[in-house]
């Protein structure tokens, strides 16, 4: 069974810096690209980062870039965000999802919730 | 970057009525869209890929139409399980981008 399970979401005062990690688990994770996509309360979602399976392509959205970085270590089936100068604008629940070879989002964790707040 | 702007925003109908969603692209994607399904304090599913293919697992009261700039998700005859929020999401060029959703809810 395909599963992703995130972790690392909590309260952190705007400025300061966070990183996700995201462990899968079912498939054979360095065959896929993965994507971080956000949804912040009550709101839609939003793509925010894909790396390949061999990290030689990365892609940021733009209200992240420059920001965050999207990293993965194959050899432990995890991905990894970090993220730095966080806003209030930042606070979201994060998914990890698989990407198919269609770049579509097959499968998604469940999310964690980061709160950007003073 | 493309948008996606999704009509109607909220769509009320009863179990068994058929919802036809929209998503406009504003610049073609060709037939590269797809449609996902969220219900509350859960994660999206992959409903529709390539404008028309249904992911693994999804019911055939689910179809996807459209190319270019202007799609459309069919649900032929609404079950109760159905009422959920739904995005659609382009893979034309980066970045990748989600429409704003279609809400059907319970008339």
């Known amino acids: 069974e395909v599963q992703m399970v995130e972790s690392g979401g909590r309260l952190v005062q705007p400025g300061g810096s966070l990183r996700l990690s995201c462990t899968a688990s079912g498939f054979t994770f360095r065959r896929y690209s993965m994507s971080w996509v956000r949804q912040a309360p009550g709101k839609g979602l939003e793509w925010i980062s894909y790396i390949s399976g061999d990290s030689s392509a990365v892609f940021y959205g733009g209200s992240v870039e420059g920001r965050f970085t999207i990293s993965r270590d194959n050899a432990n089936s995890s991905l990894y965000l970090q993220m730095n100068s966080l806003r209030a604008e930042d606070t979201a629940v994060y998914y990890c999802?698989?990407?198919?070879?269609?770049?579509?989002?097959?499968?998604w964790g469940q999310g964690t919730m980061v709160t950007v707040s003073s | 970057e493309i948008v996606l702007t999704q009509s109607p925003v909220t769509l009320s109908l009863s179990p068994g009525e058929r919802a036809t969603l929209s998503c406009r692209a504003s610049?073609?994607?060709?037939?590269?869209l797809a449609w996902y399904q969220q219900k509350p304090g859960q994660a999206p599913r992959l409903l529709i890929f390539?404008?028309?293919n249904r992911a693994t697992g999804i019911p055939a009261r689910f179809s996807g139409s459209g190319s270019g700039t202007d799609f459309t998700l069919t649900i032929s005859s609404l079950e109760p399980e159905d009422f959920a929020v739904y995005y659609c999401q382009h893979r034309s060029n980066w970045p990748l981008t989600f429409g704003g959703g279609t809400k059907v809810e319970i008339k």
């Open positions: 999802a698989r990407v198919s070879d269609q770049i579509v989002f097959d499968f």
């Open positions: 390539n404008a028309f």
């Open positions: 610049q073609s994607v060709a037939t590269y």
